[in-house]
């Protein structure tokens, strides 16, 4: 349908600390069209934060990509040298950080961050920068005049509108939104999941949602992923996720959910997450299974394709 | 069944700092209005939620109740549980079975009511104190209301309450700090903590906001649980509906340090009155994909204001797409439309 401006094939995230290697991301493989956007869930701790800075060529220290390939618009950002990953970063992907409280710098003016990147990317003049700036902010819905405004000074909204203009300032083909509404009230994230929407028909760019609210997915995501423990366990259409759920954890996900008109009881998952310096062998889920069979104890599911487009990492699923 | 907790026109005014400047000049103090005239009444038993955005005063009403701050104005009338109520001196009631929460008390009936009212905080990761281990952190409420004569019984006080909220075997978790536990947890030993002294009224401040979706369903069902083998009442105060709409019986709808619509859960949520009560719940977000291909209609524009300077007239006129000129001016009146259900709102109003 379209050209693939994201391709992530087999990608491998370990932190190297003194007490073990975590493996935050381990084998993770997606692609992404132009235009489509795809959300990513999971517990903290599941990896997706640091999906999302692999993506970005951003992984912190001891971090280190240690396999695979991630293909942004057909350049390999995992074989760039930092000086060149710096003018990919942003121009081609870029990022509305979590926490959008915390992540404007405090001594420095809206207009003084917003015209950085155009400067150091574009070779603009600080005046030009300042007015694609300008209409920048009026396509997240904030006056001009803001530019002149230091942080401090603004709402978690709009401080949070800022960061959205920040990461298409460059027009990039794709955004990452690393729990881009965690800190926000109910009805400012109305409001900014809306912008999002009127943003991606405007823009067209491929977008990543990271966040562990199914709800905030299924406002905005065609495909949805689900990660447990560094691995995409199911990934598909979101029609296809959330209505016909197949892994085990994501059906108790979406079990866990309460819902604004049904008293139906919500259950969860018992136990926790696994401690990914030693993920447990087989299925990384099986300790938490109810279904867990002998199988699911030693080897690890292959990726199954069950309809169209929606594929599962679960033994159950597996035709004998 | 009778009221566990009736607040009348209850205010909570903050100081702001003045210039040296502004008090040579006398200039009048000003003051955020948290709270701001709020009235309701919880009966026994039942989970009543106080929702709102942040700022909206909700946590300050909280804290109110369980007197970590003290009233600037209003009344509050709190029924203790028996045990608790034989031991105050019937000086101090009204009706024989309300102690005024506003009131002056002296130290040992303030004692008593502290025992019997009881918070647990919204951040797992901030309310425990890192250095000190579960049983310490369950054994100091016990230690300072001089309950359980011995260690021993102390000791058991804590297991057994480790046990009811199912961190078992309590004498492994007992021995933890706060860092060796998990975000679900940290919040059950802050339940535990809130319900070792044998309280009556709990409230609770955005108990699963900070944790994981996955792990919220198992507090909730652990607080429904408690609630029904302790005989409870919570007060329930979170900013997210569908967690109310779950967990509640009674909601009250604050805004800007005022409640602009209370009654049963299931009537608000299905059928909202008040404009920004509309707002609240078209905003909630749902697990269902086709809401991507439309835009959610949150009507009111604009951000909540600063509660130091409300907007007169209703508070919510500058954001209301309703507003007509009366709301400018005056306050609405709290108006009955049903049974326990009370809007503030001029549409309302019967000419």
């Not at chain 1, 710098?105 to 400067?119: I, K, R």
């Not at chain 1, 299925?283 to 990726?303: G, K, L």
Request: hydrophobic share 40%; proline share 7%.
């Amino acid at each position: 349908m379209s050209s693939t401006v994201l391709s992530v094939n087999d990608l491998r995230v370990y932190y190297y600390t003194l007490t073990g290697i975590v493996r935050a991301v381990d084998g993770v493989s997606l692609s992404l069209g132009e235009g489509e956007a795809l959300g990513i869930a999971g517990e903290s701790g599941s990896g997706k934060s640091t999906l999302g800075y692999g993506i970005l060529g951003l992984v912190p220290p001891p971090g280190r990509i240690t396999r695979g390939s991630i293909v942004v618009d057909g350049i390999d950002i995992t074989k760039l040298r930092p000086a060149e990953l710096r003018k990919v970063r942003w121009s081609k992907v870029s990022m509305v950080f979590q926490g959008a409280m915390n992540a404007l710098n405090p001594v420095y003016t809206v207009g003084h961050q917003l015209s950085e990147p155009l400067v150091i990317h574009k070779g603009l003049s600080v005046k030009e920068s300042l007015e694609i700036a300008a209409e920048m902010v009026k396509k997240v819905g904030l006056t001009p005049d803001i530019l002149r405004r230091y942080p401090h000074e603004l709402s978690g909204g709009m401080k949070q509108r800022v960061m959205i203009a920040m990461a298409l300032l460059l027009k990039p083909r794709l955004v990452i939104a690393d729990e881009p509404t965690t800190a926000l009230d109910v009805v400012i994230q109305a409001q900014i999941m809306n912008l999002f929407k009127e943003l991606r028909q405007a823009e067209r760019n491929a977008m990543i949602f990271i966040t562990h609210d199914l709800s905030i997915i299924a406002e905005i995501a065609d495909k949805t992923g689900i990660m447990y423990a560094g691995k995409i366990v199911e990934l598909g259409a979101s029609e296809a996720v959330f209505g016909n759920p197949l892994h085990p954890y994501t059906q108790g996900l979406l079990r866990s959910i309460p819902r604004l008109r049904s008293k139906e009881k919500i259950t969860w998952i018992p136990g926790v997450p696994p401690d990914l310096r030693m993920p447990p062998p087989g299925c990384r889920f099986h300790p938490r299974c109810p279904y867990a069979m002998d199988v699911c104890r030693s080897e690890e599911p292959p990726e199954i394709e069950v309809e169209k487009d929606h594929t599962v990492s679960c033994w159950l699923y597996m035709k004998r | 069944m009778s009221s566990k907790l009736v607040v009348t026109k209850a205010y909570k005014y903050f100081p702001l700092r003045r210039s040296l400047v502004e008090i040579l000049m006398f200039k009048k103090p000003r003051y955020v209005r948290a709270v701001d005239g709020v009235s309701f009444a919880v009966q026994e038993g039942e989970i009543f939620c106080l929702a709102g955005e942040s700022g909206c005063g909700k946590t300050t009403t909280g804290r109110l109740i369980v007197r970590l701050i003290d009233f600037t104005g209003g009344k509050a009338l709190y029924m203790p549980r028996k045990e608790v109520l034989s031991e105050i001196p019937p000086g101090f009631l009204v009706d024989g079975k309300y102690v005024d929460l506003t009131a002056k008390l002296p130290r040992y009936v303030d004692k008593l009511l502290r025992r019997d009212v009881q918070i647990i905080f919204q951040d797992p990761y901030g309310s425990l104190n890192p250095r000190m281990r579960v049983y310490d952190i369950l054994k100091e409420p016990l230690d300072i209301h001089a309950l359980g004569a011995t260690d021993d019984e102390k000791r058991e006080f804590v297991f057994k309450i480790l046990e009811e909220v199912k961190m078992t075997p309590p004498e492994e978790f007992a021995e933890r700090f706060p860092h060796m536990l998990s975000g679900g947890q940290r919040q059950r030993i802050a339940v535990a903590r809130a319900l070792i002294l044998n309280p009556s009224l709990v409230v609770a401040d955005e108990p699963v906001s900070m944790l994981d979706v996955s792990i919220r369903a198992e507090i909730l069902q652990l607080m429904l649980d408690l609630k029904a083998t302790r005989n409870l009442t919570y007060i329930f105060i979170t900013h997210d509906l569908a967690v109310a709409s779950y967990i509640c019986d009674k909601i009250a709808i604050m805004y800007l340090g005022s409640i602009v619509e209370k009654g049963s859960i299931s009537d608000i949520v299905n059928d909202p009155l008040h404009p920004y009560a509309k707002a609240l719940i078209a905003a909630v977000p749902e697990p269902d994909p086709r809401n991507r291909l439309k835009m959610r209609e949150v009507p009111i524009k604009g951000e909540i204001p600063s509660a130091a300077s409300i907007p007169p007239g209703c508070r919510f006129h500058p954001r209301c797409p309703y507003a007509m000129d009366v709301c400018k001016s005056k306050e609405p009146p709290e108006i009955e439309v049903g049974r326990g259900r009370v809007v503030s709102c001029w549409l309302y109003v019967r000419k």
